[in-house]
Nanobody
């Protein structure tokens, strides 16, 4: 089993920055990739950024050039969010793909960007 615990998030003004972190515990060497999704009010959950164990990154078009995902060791990922916009307001969820078969989710952390 893999458990995910998120930290960071909060309230920030438009143009500001925040950093989210997610630490995985348990069977961490079974993790293939980790990433961040978000779900805004009245919207579906969407991929923000992901990173594989090989270091390959993927970003949503809406955050390219503003957000950066990074990984420490095998079990900690960070999401540096710069130039935040009101439309970035959402609950952000950490995600891990385990044994290429299952997906684990964190509890979510709220990011609110005031315009």
């Amino acid at each position: 089993q893999v458990q995910l615990v998120e930290s960071g998030g909060g309230l920030v003004q438009a143009g500001g920055s925040l950093r989210l972190s997610c630490e995985a515990s348990g069977s961490i060497f079974s993790i293939n990739a980790m990433g961040w999704y978000r779900q805004g009010p009245g919207k579906q959950r969407e991929l923000v950024a992901s990173i594989t164990t090989a270091g390959t990154t993927t970003y949503a078009d809406s955050v390219k050039g503003r957000f950066a995902i990074s990984r420490d060791y095998a079990n900690i990922v960070h999401l540096q969010m710069n130039s935040l916009k009101h439309e970035d307001t959402a609950v952000y969820y950490c995600n891990a793909v385990v044994n290429r078969l299952t997906t684990r989710w964190g509890q979510g952390t709220q990011v609110t960007v005031s315009s």
